[in-house]
């Protein structure tokens, strides 16, 4: 850890973790979706449009604060990217609920759940992380098992789209449940951008 003679700004540290924690909050409401009947989707999906907002809440503060702060705790431009990444994992979750309430979708195609139990068990790790930027200790196995999750994610994506092009699917809902987890996929890459970008702020920091 390099040495500093100068003061820095810690607010960043909690409001990461404030914003990694609604995504816990997110992943949730997807495990809820799976379970829930058609007519209890709506009501699921106004809780993921609330949590959506406050994660931009979040975001909007770590940027006030940026724009604000003389010192941070670490380059600018890579709180910037690690507080975007956090927020468009949220992003596309909401959307992919919001999808599935638009589309009136009556059953999920099989995989879906193993895309959200990877998207869950990301969730837990960037929110057990965040708090671990103040020292930048025990962050190695964080990124190290989010770019896991991330390939696994992507070998569920692709088998969830060999399934949907089978033959058995009319091509209208192809197109519908495509939509959704292929967002459900932007979501997992988004869990590796933040794991890339604390690995960044991390070996800067060493």
Same mark, same amino acid.
């Given at each position: 850890?390099?040495?500093?003679?100068?003061?820095?700004?810690?607010?960043?540290?909690?409001?990461?973790?404030?914003?990694?924690?609604?995504?816990?909050?997110?992943?949730?409401?997807?495990?809820?979706?799976?379970?829930?009947?058609?007519?209890?989707?709506?009501?699921?999906?106004?809780?993921?449009?609330?949590?959506?907002?406050?994660?931009?809440?979040?975001?909007?503060?770590?940027?006030?604060?940026?724009?604000?702060?003389?010192?941070?705790?670490?380059?600018?431009?890579?709180?910037?990217?690690?507080?975007?990444?956090?927020?468009?994992?949220?992003?596309?979750?909401?959307?992919?609920? +919001?999808?599935?309430?638009?589309?009136?979708?009556?059953? %999920?195609?099989? /995989?879906?759940?193993?895309? #959200? =139990? !990877? @998207?869950?068990?990301?969730?837990?790790?960037?929110?057990?992380?965040?708090?671990?930027?103040?020292?930048?200790?025990?962050?190695?196995?964080?990124?190290?098992?989010?770019?896991?999750?991330?390939?696994?994610? +992507?070998?569920?994506?692709?088998?969830?789209?060999?399934? %949907?092009?089978? /033959?058995?699917?009319?091509? #209208? =809902? !192809? @197109?519908?449940?495509?939509?959704?987890?292929?967002?459900?996929?932007?979501?997992?890459?988004?869990?590796?951008?933040?794991?890339?970008?604390?690995?960044?702020?991390?070996?800067?920091?060493?």
């Amino acid at each position: 850890m390099r040495f500093r003679l100068t003061p820095r700004e810690t607010s960043f540290y909690d409001m990461f973790a404030a914003s990694a924690d609604n995504i816990v909050t997110g992943s949730k409401l997807l495990m809820e979706l799976l379970g829930a009947d058609p007519a209890g989707r709506a009501e699921i999906a106004e809780r993921m449009r609330a949590a959506e907002h406050a994660g931009d809440d979040a975001t909007h503060a770590i940027f006030h604060q940026l724009n604000s702060s003389f010192i941070t705790p670490f380059d600018r431009e890579d709180i910037y990217n690690l507080a975007s990444s956090l927020d468009d994992i949220m992003d596309f979750m909401e959307e992919a609920v +919001d999808l599935v309430v638009l589309y009136n979708v009556e059953e %999920l195609p099989k /995989g879906v759940e193993q895309q #959200i =139990e !990877v @998207l869950a068990r990301a969730a837990e790790l960037t929110a057990e992380a965040m708090p671990n930027l103040r020292t930048m200790a025990n962050l190695t196995e964080y990124w190290i098992e989010v770019n896991r999750l991330e390939n696994q994610a +992507d070998q569920i994506h692709r088998k969830l789209l060999a399934h %949907l092009f089978n /033959g058995k699917y009319e091509a #209208i =809902e !192809v @197109l519908k449940l495509k939509q959704i987890v292929d967002v459900l996929e932007e979501a997992a890459d988004a869990f590796e951008h933040v794991a890339n970008t604390v690995e960044t702020i991390a070996v800067k920091e060493s």
